[in-house]
């Protein structure tokens, strides 16, 4: 008797096949859930979640989380949204040693906690959504929460190591969005294309003040609160429509790129959109393809422009192709596309000229497939590929002229307009094309409560006070007097009420006709001027240019593009016949090179702190140009010198006049009629390879060097041997003697310092140094990754 009573609790202590659970909101080592089973499931306390196997195809399911109480039982997460399993002979089972695996029929193991440890207690479904694995003291040793997949739940933290991503429309589509922080630390919205990647919001047009945004915080951290209010680190911060507690919400990245916040209706099990990040559809990046053109009928829809066809007719996200070959020397024509844009790959941009002009030069570059002209202010902008194209009456401004050959018949073929209040033919594309909305959106509008009418009508009026705004400013324009401020665009948006336009006589009269010179650099003299307004500034004159105004063009489109902390900003501008000046800002201390290198004994010595500090602003102002702007921007000339220092000894790097542009989409381009300076000039300039971002990071790993040291590379002697040592070499001699002596570093960090110094942080840089100055440039880090490095040292950031 007592055998059998042994047998009977060994079976069901031990068979995971007979001891499912213990609770309905626990799963305890040994046990498993089966897909067969369809009461095999985890419930929150309260009945809110549910977690188990849910069904996503025919045979085919994944392990979820959902909404107990909504109508289609929303998935909140998934251990597997890429790969479900088969619906019969899957399971996932928490096993003695303590891993929860998902396991496919075959025996495959598809997904896993790797929580091994005999600590492992029991897996459960807490009430806030949240699937935990803990052991016998409750702390958890894994969580669902710190692997989001498309949605964020109330209290669900959203970090500088996580991010939401979209669901794909369809199986066969690879391109998808993200919700994550930028490099910047940012919580931005990301396309991750076939092609290419960028941000969508923030609008990249829009300066970071007008963001309000807190770049490069320390602690990246964003969360939903119980009452709907969303709170991040960076200053990103918004509210439900139904601000409160006792409501069900969901953070939701939906497949066609826009993040909503969703409120449950409990009663009925519907979903209500109580907020949304963009309210045009159309601004979302990726919605239409390459080439594809997004247009308002009055819904959103995709349109490929004259000369080119769909891609794939079954996904628009493949965009569109030409139907023609663009042959370099070929009779072409210039099309025009009225109240249409595709925002960046500007690589050349001209301003005050004409219409024709601007088709003119399109039609002379054989890199050129279209412009963007605005007309109000005679801005050219080259376009080299078309992405993210958009049309809006009385909302786009500007015109795109379209390169096609000639014998393309215009007049047959469809030109994307948008309109309010009708929905226009459809486009000649292909007889088996389908409504696009349906294409590229799988989100009921009407079932979220937003009916056609308040979706027309919230465009209407916001077109409507668009429209009053660029009269306003139209207004503003015409009426401005010679010697008044102007705006200069970019992106069409201004881009400071501070810049403005100086005559020659105003520069003269600053600078007290040239008087008293405060440096020479690659593109000219930089002398010291007084403003009316008593601000001090540097007037740097562009005398040394072979191409003098297309030079001075390129200057301005960098200032319509760059404002960061640790650049040197930008006041103005003066061009008149052959002047051609930049008025910026005047920094108290000079170039990093007269108080890093300098013998004197005059008590200006940096400390260790200070330089570190220098280090990190330099990486922040470099990612800032490599990665955040409009366009890549390369500096091409980072050293010493071209560091200045104002009064609290924040760096800003200066002399813009050797910088090139780079196309998102082709980051080989090479890049000429460029110069740097010896000993921090990168490998590629002697082999004439193509020139990329790279070669600052060279330049910067030269920098890191000298800050430790305190000596000039070029003069620097190892072991008493005086012969000149390539960069890479030396720091590869430095690195080998620390790893034999573990005080040599001692020896190496500016004596000045008389060992007042952080070992950790010198041994960084160093490190950092040695990557840096890789021959090969793919082995160089990004200098958004050496600024993570930086940063991870820094004992004085900000905390969130």
Known sequence: MYTI???????????PLVFTMATNNRLYKGSSLLVEDSSALLISPNGT??????????????????????????????????RPVNGIGSSVVLRKEGNMVLIDHDGEIIWSTNTNTPKVSHAEILETGNL??????SDKLWQSFGYPTDTLLPSQPITQSTKLVSANISQNSSSYYSFEFSDYGILSLFYVGLEV??????????????????????????????????LSSDNFAFQASDYGSMIKRRLTLDSD?????????????????????????????????????CQYTPVPSCSCPPGYKMSDTSDWRKGCKKKFRLI????????????????????????????????????????????????????????????NGLTAPDSVQGTIFLKLPQFINVTNEYIPQSSWFYTPKAPKLSCNVKEVWANFSDIDFKSQGLGKLVYLYGFVAAFFVIEVLFIALGCLFICRKEGEPIEVLEGYKAISDQFRRYTYKEVVKATKNFRDELGRGASGVVYKGTLNDER???????EYMTQGEEEFQAELSVIGRIYHMNLVRIWGFCSGGAHRILISEHIENGSLD???????????????????????????????LHHECLEWVIHCDMKPENILLDTNLEPKITDFGMVKFLHRGGSRTKVSGIRGTRGYIAPEWAYNLPITAKVDVYSFGVVLLELVTGVRVSNMVIDGEEEELGVRRLVEVIWEKLKRDEYWIYQLVDARLEGCFDRAQAEAMLELATICVEEEPDKRPKMSYVLQILLSLDYEADSF
């Open 594 to 624: 007269k108080m890093l290198f300098s013998e004197e004994d005059d008590g200006k010595l940096l400390g260790w702190k200070q330089r570190y500090k220098i280090a990190i602003g330099v990486a922040k102002g470099l990612a800032y």
């Open 132 to 137: 935990v694995v803990v052991d016998y003291n």
């Open 5 to 15: 009573l042994a047998s009977v609790y060994l079976i069901f202590t031990f068979s």
């Open 257 to 293: 790129g826009i993040l909503r916040l969703y409120s449950l209706d409990e009663s009925e099990g519907s979903w209500t959109i109580s907020y949304q990040v963009l309210a045009q559809p159309c601004k979302t990046n990726g919605l239409c393809g390459n080439n594809g053109i």
């Open 49 to 82: 979640f549910t977690c188990g196997f849910r069904e996503v195809g025919n045979n085919s399911f994944t392990f979820s989380i959902w909404f107990s109480k909504s109508a289609n039982r929303t998935v909140v997460w998934s251990a597997n949204p890429s």
């Open 536 to 542: 001090s500034v540097a007037v740097k004159k562009l």
């Open 197 to 230: 990647k960028s941000i969508y919001f923030p609008d990249s047009d829009t300066n970071r003040w007008n963001n309000n945004r807190f770049y490069f915080n320390s602690t990246q951290k964003g969360f939903l609160d119980d009452k709907g209010q969303f």
């Open 328 to 387: 370099c020397g070929d009779k072409m024509q210039m099309v025009s596309l009225p109240h249409t844009d595709f925002p960046g790959s500007d690589y050349n941009y001209t301003m005050y000229i004409s219409s024709e002009d601007c088709q003119d030069r399109c039609l002379r570059d054989c890199s050129c497939v279209a412009v963007a002209y605005h007309q109000a202010y005679g801005i050219c902008y080259l376009k080299s590929q078309l992405y």
